[in-house]
């Protein structure tokens, strides 16, 4: 317990090779809220899920730089919005206190995560935030409605590639005509790095016969059991602009990829430059940037480790 009430949190591995993003956290969230959290999470993920509500450098700035980058805060004023892949419904609360004049509808797979979920709004207190369960991965729950706008935060590297188009297509078909739909935190599939995954140099390169031995070799992420499949699942190839606009225009769709002119941005370059923390804000970061400025400039090519796109429905 410390000063305000406040809780710290503290996790102590007991095995080698836990891998704990976060292991300590001092939280406002009530013990019965930490507890649920903690059963259905587990231990290595307890901080960082709680984290991701109340840090404003986690998921609070995704949403001010891939959300607001786009169009202005007022535009979600009376909008209807779609969280699709809402987990325990960290994204959902952020997006519901940041927007409070927008309504928000979580949608999860996994019935344990959008209970988490509903507790999480109830004690909180957000009013404009529901969750419903999906009855299948690619799939939305029966009588949601139509939505102004969809998110999909670090959802659509998951999907296999047979999932994608067909997702999308179910999705579009729920957005009202002038929606967007935002899809971010998605790695690039052809960033030299596959930093996902397996955290291998050029592994987006090679085929998957290839990619497959390599990374049960190389990575310490990867199990010898594991299987292709299993690494899709993880997200191991990423996503491409390209692929996405692709989907939508093979399906006779009308849409318009957005450009990021808001909070400051000109390009896409620009807001993962904003949006990213791995490499802190030195020197190397602003070297990155120049080149892949650069880059785009000789190739016409925008090249970022991490897509955030915004597409409109026309």
Not at 19 to 39: C, G, K, M, N, V
Not at 83 to 111: I, K, N, Q, Y
Request: hydrophobic share 40%; net charge positive.
């Amino acid at each position: 317990m410390r000063g305000g009430g406040r809780l710290y949190i503290q996790v102590a591995p007991t095995r080698a090779d836990l891998h704990i993003t976060r292991a300590t956290h001092e939280t406002d969230y009530p013990l019965e809220l930490i507890q649920e959290i903690l059963r259905v999470k587990g231990p290595a993920w307890i901080c960082d899920e709680i984290a991701r509500d109340e840090d404003p450098n986690y998921v609070q700035r995704h949403i001010t730089f891939d959300l607001l980058s786009y169009v202005p805060a007022e535009w979600f004023k009376g909008k209807r919005v779609l969280d699709f892949g809402s987990g325990c419904g960290a994204s959902t609360v952020v997006m519901a206190r940041m927007l409070p004049g927008a309504e928000f509808v979580g949608v999860e797979l996994l019935e344990e995560y959008t209970g988490v979920a509903r507790r999480r709004a109830e004690l909180l207190g957000y009013r404009n935030a529901q969750f419903l369960t999906s009855p299948d991965p690619n799939s939305l729950p029966a009588n949601v409605g139509e939505f102004d706008a969809i998110v999909l935060s670090a959802v659509w590297e998951h999907l296999l590639p047979g999932e994608r188009p067909q997702l999308l297509n179910r999705l579009w078909a729920r957005m009202k005509p002038g929606g967007i739909i935002f899809i971010n935190q998605t790695p690039h599939r052809l960033w030299p790095i596959e930093a996902h995954t397996t955290g291998i140099p050029l592994l987006n390169y090679v085929p998957s016969a290839v990619a497959l031995p390599v990374a049960k070799k190389l990575s310490p992420r990867v199990a010898p059991e594991h299987s292709w499949s299993d690494l899709l699942r993880k997200g191991i190839r990423g996503g491409t602009v390209h692929e996405i606009m692709g989907h939508l225009k093979k399906s006779g769709h009308r849409a318009t990829l957005l450009s990021p002119t808001a909070a400051g941005m000109r390009d896409r370059i620009d807001l993962w430059y904003q949006t990213s923390s791995e490499l802190g804000k030195g020197g190397v970061k602003r070297v990155m940037r120049t080149g892949l400025k650069t880059l785009r400039a000789v190739s016409g090519q925008t090249l970022v480790p991490a897509l955030s796109i915004a597409i409109r429905k026309d």
